[in-house]
Every structure is written in C-alpha cells, then in structure tokens.
C-alpha cells in the first residue's frame, strides 16, 4: 500500500535561493518548525540526519539521499525500524514559475504494511508541518 501527501507553495525568490535555504542542513533549527535539526550533506548515498517534530516530542531518523538535481530537486528515504515497515521517500521539486517566482513542490510518498495505520494517525499533522515547513521557507526566501 502506498500513500501520498503533497504539498506546494508559491515563493516569490529565485529557485537558487530557494534552494540553498533546503539545502543548507545546519540552518534547520534557526527556522524550520517542522524538521528541528539537520545535519550531514544532499550528496547521492549520502545518510542525513534530521530531527523532527513528533506531536508532543521529537524523533530523530537517519535517511538516505537518492537524487539531487542542484536547484531543482533532491529527496531522501527514510524508514521506521527497518525497510519495508513504514518507509518515506520525501521529496522537493523547486519549478521555475516566472522571473524570481518559484512553485515548491513537498510531499512525500509512504509505503510498507504498517503505512495505512500509521498515516491515519498522523497523517494530517503530518500535512500541516508540511505546510508550516513551506510558510517559514517562503517567509525566509522573500527576504530582501
């Protein structure tokens, strides 16, 4: 069983800056309220580890970047205990809308037997920590 959740938000800044804000790790935890903390590097096969929001609590996983395309693209896969459990390959897609106008396309695509229950338990706050991610970039990236 796979599931989705997606997310976009229209940035009124150049897809470079849009992008090394994502892609700066070590700056998370000054204004992401979703993802704390990050650290390591968006490079191929590389593991990063970020520590996100978790209701009332944090959780902290380890996953692996699969592709990067510079200022356009890069996503990784995580998952709970080990693969094919619940397993999330999160995404972001930067698309060039018009001169210094971006489309930041967030989702993620859930998969593994435990996928359903999790994701109706928290699948909607899931959502909205997508969406206050995208706020908190988008205030960041039109910044003078």
Known sequence: MQSQIKTEIIIAAPKEKVWNILTDLESYEKWNPFIVKSSGRITPGARIQNTMVNGDSNMTFRPKVLTVKPNEY??????????????????????E????????????????????MILR?????????????????KALAELP
């Open 97 to 116: 809308t018009g001169p210094g106008q971006v489309n930041l396309i967030h989702g993620e695509n859930f998969s593994g037997i435990l996928s359903a």
């Open 121 to 137: 338990k928290i699948g909607e706050d899931t959502r909205q920590n997508f969406i206050k991610m995208n706020q908190a970039i």
């Open 74 to 95: 890069f996503d990784w896969l995580g998952s709970l205990w080990f693969k094919g459990l619940f397993d999330g390959n999160h995404y972001f897609k930067i698309e």
